[in-house]
């Protein structure tokens, strides 16, 4: 089992920034992909970027693109995502996932999740 847990969320003006970070324990050996995703109230679960474990490779959704950066830090089993000029619209419950495969867009891919962190963006 892997346990994942989520911090740095809080409410920021737009145009602002906010970094998460999710530091994962357990059998953290197992992991080859994580990602982070965002769910809004009234709204499906969206895929907003994602890493492989071992190489780095970075993915992100197009809405985030240019703006969100994400890593990890192997040394401290912890994945971060750096939130540049948010938008209003990027407010959302942001959920970090591990999954034993490779990096994927797809939540229901996922094998762990953490408790979720608010983020909120005001206009």
């Known amino acids: 089992q892997v346990q994942l847990v989520e911090s740095g969320g809080g409410l920021v003006q737009a145009g602002g920034s906010l970094r998460l970070s999710c530091a994962a324990s357990g059998r953290t050996y197992s992991i080859y992909a994580m990602g982070w995703f965002r769910q809004a109230p009234g709204k499906e679960r969206e895929f907003v970027a994602a890493i492989s474990w071992h190489g780095g490779t970075t993915y992100y959704a197009d809405s985030v693109k240019g703006r969100f950066t994400i890593s990890r830090d192997t040394t401290r089993n912890t994945v971060y995502l750096q939130m540049n000029s948010l938008k209003p619209e990027d407010t959302a419950v942001y959920y970090c996932?591990?999954?034993?495969?490779?990096?994927?867009?797809?939540?229901?891919?996922?094998?762990?999740w953490g408790q979720g962190t608010q983020v909120t963006v005001s206009s």
């Open positions: 996932a591990a999954r034993r495969g490779t990096a994927t867009t797809s939540a229901s891919e996922y094998d762990y």
